[in-house]
């Protein structure tokens, strides 16, 4: 029965109009590694500029910078990064650092600062420019990406909003 | 708002047509159900108002002038789609009894993260400008529910596990 059956899977083929290759087609050991989806790319970046954001808060509440509940906003950015971070499921192989944004390229990082460096003194004016340079870069981000994501980004952005309003201004 | 729109002779006003008929019709829920969530906060407020004074009571007059805005906003925007926008109810049960200033911040607080919740439901529309519009849209809500509360959250919007 199998035998007949694999004999006739040419003349099956050719009368579907499909090629062996169609119907086996998967992934290419020799091709290397399979590109990241769009989502995913965005993803690591998103997670990296929240990583940024949790470094410079940890530094304001490190350097006693007078503010009402920093360390509650402190938290507020890890709960975001820990559902973020749910969110990115890689492959085997890959790195889960974001390869185009390494951590502290964030957008609101300073041009002057080199990456991963926290400013020795951390001001509220300059928590509120982070808070709000990634708010309109989640917003930026989410019309790219996959519904569920974009309610995320978008959610974590109206939560940054809240963040300046309490930093005050 | 949906990209390519026509204008129908018979209404005069811009409908839309093809591919972007299809994304207004899935647009056009989302929109009815944020606008639904607008007029119940214009209600709301007018409840909360009586029990506030001093500048909770014009914080809370600010606000019912932004959800009036807001509900002409959506009002325009869902006719432009060639729908008929849903009309306000005449009366709105509270989901709690509000009898002072406290129950009055809390009711402000929960009709701001309802119109919240509203807004980020346009964000998982097709449409991109209507998706970004509605991102924008959910921060104003999302600031005042933080201002009633008294606490900011992580998730506005959003219904997060604990």
């Known amino acids: 029965m199998l035998a007949a059956s694999a004999a006739a899977l040419p003349a099956l083929l050719a009368t579907t109009g499909c090629r062996s290759s169609d119907l086996f087609a998967g992934p290419d050991p020799l091709a290397g590694r399979p590109a990241l989806s769009h989502d995913v790319i965005t993803l690591q970046a998103v997670i990296a500029a929240e990583q940024a954001m949790i470094k410079l808060y940890q530094a304001a509440v490190d350097g006693r910078l007078g503010v009402d509940d920093l360390a509650g906003l402190l938290a507020e950015h890890r709960q975001h990064l820990g559902r973020l971070q749910a969110r990115l499921v890689l492959p085997p192989g890959f790195s889960a650092a974001s390869p185009s944004a390494p951590p502290f390229a964030s957008p609101f990082a300073s041009p002057s600062a080199s990456p991963g460096a926290v400013p020795a003194r951390v001001t509220i004016a300059r928590l509120r420019a982070a808070e709000q340079a990634s708010a309109a870069d989640l917003l930026r981000r989410l019309v790219t990406v996959q519904p569920a994501l974009a309610q995320l980004f978008a959610s974590i952005a109206a939560s940054d909003a809240t963040h300046l309003a309490a930093l005050g201004g | ?162």
């Open chain 2, 1 to 162: 708002m949906t990209g390519v729109m026509a204008t129908s002779a018979a209404a005069g006003r811009a409908v839309p047509t093809g591919r972007a008929a299809l994304a207004a019709v899935r647009a056009v829920p989302a929109l009815q159900a944020a606008l639904a969530a607008e007029d119940a906060a214009i209600f709301g407020y007018g409840v909360a108002g009586a029990h506030l004074s001093g500048s909770r009571m014009s914080a809370a007059e600010q606000d019912w002038t932004v959800h009036n805005e807001a509900r002409d906003t959506l009002t325009a925007m869902i006719s432009a789609l060639g729908a008929t926008p849903v009309a306000a109810q005449a009366f709105y049960r509270l989901p709690f009894e509000v009898t002072d200033a406290a129950s009055a911040a809390k009711l402000a607080a929960y009709l701001e993260e309802g119109v919240t919740r509203a807004y980020l439901g346009l964000v998982a529309v097709s449409d991109r400008r209507l998706r970004a519009f509605g991102a924008l849209a959910m921060q104003g809500p999302a600031e005042r529910a933080a201002f009633w509360r008294g606490t900011t959250e992580a998730f506005p919007g959003l219904d997060v596990p604990g």
